[in-house]
T-cell receptor, first 113, second 111 residues
């Protein structure tokens, strides 16, 4: 089955700096890669996703890149703000199948004011 | 509109007891998923429903775990003879397509 590795497990940045979180996946059939943000005590919420037919996607301060050949994808947050502090999870699934998500173990991002 | 809801929000039980966790998906969502989140871990897939059928139960950790969905809506996850290692947050999600919408979870503590 699919296996998703996520790094780093914790990341601390100063407000205004950029943050990068990286994930690798094992199943070359995976073609849908969402990123979820989970604030303390809250439910995970989708912040951005990318499909395997594109290499990069941006939404304001957030961007995701995908390298299908290397089987890795990354989340980039620019101009970080304290409200970006949360746990971020990457995931992979096969769209058109059952959409079962295989998650990485998460990255605790702390943005220091 | 209303999001995914789960009940109870917290459940404390004694080892060996059975528990039932409930999920109310977003109205009209045909797909429903159960995940388990243990401390410091990612979300672990348990089971997937499409309508009332469960074509993928591959994540259920043992035969003590079962789930059903009725009327293409509400789902119940049952854990029999609970063990301490079952302690976790159990999350439900529903979807129409790719994006899964999560509920707030049920925090289960087995003493």
């Amino acid at each position: 089955g699919e296996n998703v590795e996520q790094h780093p497990s914790t990341l601390s940045v100063q407000e205004g700096d950029s943050a990068v979180i990286k994930c690798t996946y094992s199943d070359s059939a995976s073609n849908y890669f969402p990123w979820y943000k989970q604030e303390l005590g809250k439910r995970p919420q989708l912040i951005i996703d990318i499909r395997s037919n594109v290499g990069e996607k941006k939404d304001q301060r957030i961007a995701v890149t995908l390298n299908k050949t290397a089987k890795h994808f990354s989340l980039h947050i620019t101009e970080t703000q304290p409200e970006d502090s949360a746990v971020y999870f990457c995931a992979a699934s096969i769209e058109g199948s059952n959409y079962k998500l295989t998650f990485g173990k998460g990255t605790l991002l702390t943005v220091n004011p | 509109g209303a999001g995914v809801s789960q009940s109870p929000s917290n459940k404390v039980t004694e080892k060996g007891k059975d528990v039932e966790l409930r999920c109310d998906p977003i109205s009209g969502h045909t797909a429903l998923y159960w995940y388990r989140q243990s401390l410091g871990q990612g979300l672990e897939f348990l089971i997937y429903f499409q309508g009332n059928s469960a074509p993928d139960k591959s994540g259920l950790p043992s035969d003590r775990f079962s789930a059903e969905r009725t009327g293409g809506s509400v789902s119940t996850l049952t854990i029999q003879r609970t063990q301490q290692e079952d302690s976790a947050v159990y999350l439900c999600a529903s979807s129409l397509g790719s994006e899964q919408f999560f509920g707030p979870g049920t925090r289960l503590t087995v003493l």
